[in-house]
């Protein structure tokens, strides 16, 4: 079975500073991993995956995660938070053994302060 | 441009009545799933369908029922619909189970 945690219901950081969302999951096999955001009223919208390869993988705004096999963990990342990044952000993954979907975590709400 | 439309975006109804949201997508993709977005739990998966005549339960499937007659559309029905269904409701497609999903903009349904 896949699941995913993001232990954190919400994450306050000023402007400027450096952002982390955290991810945890767990498969039996390999893990394919994506992060996806959330504007109110809104779907889902991708922001970046890892499927093999780097360990840091860059997406869309300036996010990049960090994939640690051995901490089970794809943290989201940002060096510099604009307010314009407040949002919801959603961890998800699926296992590489084929017909499966994505499993998502229960969402992590970033607030960026001015 | 592709896109994945949802239709209504709200639908208020009463217990008991059977529902039915519908879900369009323009990308040609093969992969098609049903979410439900509540407070707490994050995106649940409902049901999936991986090409056309093929559907998959998913975590949450009891109660839902989908069906694919084509690539383009994936209905979703209520069959009798209960107050544990109220939830915003998203369609997605992919091309491959490792690609991104691309969501429509949700359907909010109230069973009253």
């Known amino acids: 079975a896949q699941s995913v945690a993001q232990p954190e219901d919400q994450v306050n950081v000023a402007e400027g500073n450096p952002l982390t969302v955290k991810c945890t999951y767990s498969v039996s096999g390999n893990p394919y991993l994506f992060w996806y955001v959330q504007y109110p009223n809104r779907g889902l919208q991708f922001l970046l995956k890892?499927?093999?390869?780097?360990?840091l993988v860059k997406g869309s705004y300036g996010f990049e995660a960090e994939f640690n096999k051995s901490q089970t963990s794809f943290h989201l990342k940002k060096p510099s938070a604009l307010v314009s990044d407040s949002a919801l952000y959603f961890c998800?993954?699926?296992?590489?053994?084929?017909?499966?979907?994505?499993?998502f975590g229960s969402g992590t709400r970033l607030q960026v302060q001015p | 441009d592709a896109e994945i439309t949802q239709s209504p975006r709200h639908k208020i109804t009463e217990t008991g009545r059977q529902v039915t949201l519908a879900c369009h997508q323009t990308?040609?993709?093969?992969?098609m799933f049903w979410y439900r977005q509540d407070l707490g739990h994050g995106l649940r998966l409902i049901h999936y369908s991986y090409g056309v005549q093929d559907t998959n339960k998913g975590e949450v499937s009891d109660g839902y029922s989908v069906s694919r007659s084509n690539t383009e559309d994936l209905p979703l029905t209520l069959e009798s619909a209960a107050s544990s269904q109220t939830s915003v409701y998203f369609c997605?497609?992919?091309?491959?189970?490792?690609?991104?999903?691309?969501f429509g903009n949700g359907t909010r349904l109230t069973v009253t």
């Open positions: 990308w040609n993709h093969n992969n």
């Open positions: 998800a993954v699926v296992e590489d053994t084929g017909r499966r979907a994505l499993t």
């Open positions: 997605a497609s992919s091309r491959g189970y490792n690609s991104p999903l691309h």
């Open positions: 890892y499927i093999t390869g780097d360990n």
